[in-house]
């Protein structure tokens, strides 16, 4: 069965790190590329960061750039998200997705979904 | 950055009425690379349409999207009880950015 599973959410001080992880199974994980999409508290959708499958290329959302950090390693079939200096605004449910097609760039449409991890910055 | 408004914010319509939703871009979406999500409370999206026509795996033949340009519609055939939710673009011509969202609820 194809799925991703997100870990690592919490609460967390501002100022403060956390690194959420995301690990895959099911499918050739360096085949495909994948984001983080996070979801304020009754808000909508927002694309976080994303990397190709090879890890070789990253883009951010300008909200995050220079505080988040995206990774992965694919020995480990897991993605994983830095998230340094946290904001109050970055309290949401993160989720990682995978894209739909086998890809060697960014931007595409997402598939598969985790069920999504909360972090909660706040003193 | 091209940025999504979808409208309307809400819709209200009965079971077996059809939906029609719009997202604009504020400059074109190169390829008629524009997908559609359905996300019910507490669920992760769900990949509904993508390259603004195509259904994805497993989708229903009342789901159909279309559109290019700036310029996309998702049509719902007829209501089912499940398709009550909330519904988002995304576009990935460009980086990649999602719309605000179109709740769609039982009236």
Redesign the interface.
């Known amino acids: 069965e194809v799925q991703l599973l997100e870990s690592g959410g919490g609460l967390v001080q501002p100022g403060g790190s956390l690194r959420l992880s995301c690990a895959a199974s099911g499918f050739t994980f360096n085949n495909y590329a994948m984001i983080w999409v996070r979801q304020a508290p009754g808000k909508g959708l927002e694309w976080v960061s994303a990397i190709t499958g090879s890890g070789d290329s990253t883009d951010y959302a300008d909200s995050v750039k220079g505080r988040f950090s995206i990774a992965r390693d694919n020995s480990k079939n897991t993605l994983y998200l830095q998230m340094d200096s946290l904001r109050a605004e970055d309290t949401a449910v993160y989720y990682c997705a995978r894209s739909r097609r086998m890809t060697t760039v960014t931007t595409d449409s997402f598939d598969i979904w985790g069920q999504g991890t909360m972090v909660t910055v706040s003193s | ?1 091209i940025v999504l408004t979808q409208s309307p914010g809400t819709l209200s319509l009965s079971p077996g009425e059809r939906a029609t939703l719009s997202c604009r871009a504020s400059q074109s979406v190169s390829s008629s ?1 524009l ?1 559609w ?1 359905q ?1 019910k409370p507490g669920q ?4 509904l349409i ?2 603004a026509a195509s259904r ?2 497993g989708i229903p033949d009342r789901f159909s999207g279309s559109g290019s340009g700036t310029d996309f519609t998702l049509t719902i055939s007829r209501l089912e009880p499940e398709d009550f939710a ?1 519904y ?1 673009c ?1 576009q ?10 179109t709740k769609v609820q039982i009236k």
Do not use: W
């Not at chain 2, 992760?44 to 990949?47: V, Y």
């Not at chain 2, 990935?92 to 969202?101: A, I, K, N, Q, V």
């Open positions: 950055e690379y997908a999500y996300q992760a999206p769900r990949l993508y390259g994805a795996t909330v988002y995304q990935y011509g460009s980086s990649l950015t999602f719309g605000g969202g």
